[in-house]
């Protein structure tokens, strides 16, 4: 996989995911820093990035929107950076070596002490119409 870290999250994050075989860059180093979230979308696209935020709000708006994507991780709780890096490294250990997140969501939070991760499609798939029914 291959990652965008948010500039609301600690460049630090980088090396997590390096050090478990994926790629990763982060907003500050490539000089996006400051860049409105829409504008930020594009990049994420064109690269095939998988981008980890903890902005959910906003990014969950954004990928509603993308018809195909390659992944949004979501670190929930606003911690100091070695709670991020340890939230980050459970997110990469749910997801496993060559795991794929084409248009899922995939967020952690912290209850009671507890890391709890959920997982979601977005854009959510849409049934068609039931047979027979116009």
């Known amino acids: 996989m291959k990652f965008l870290v948010d500039e609301c999250l600690h460049t630090s994050l980088v090396a997590v995911a390096e050090a478990r075989g994926h790629e990763a860059r ?20 064109a690269e095939d990035f998988t981008f980890v935020t903890n902005n959910a709000r ?39 070596v060559g795991a794929a997140v084409v248009n899922e969501v995939i967020e952690i939070e912290l209850e009671d002490g507890t890391a709890v991760i959920s997982r979601y499609d977005l854009p959510a798939v849409q049934a068609g119409p039931a047979e027979g029914l116009p």
């Open 26 to 45: 982060h907003v500050n180093w490539l000089g996006l820093s400051g860049e409105t979230d829409w504008d930020l979308m594009p990049r994420i696209i």
């Open 58 to 96: 906003d990014f969950r708006k954004l990928y509603a929107r993308e018809e195909l994507h390659a992944g949004l991780l979501i670190i929930v709780p606003q911690v100091a950076p070695d709670k991020q890096r340890e939230l980050f490294d459970a997110l990469l250990e749910e997801l496993g």
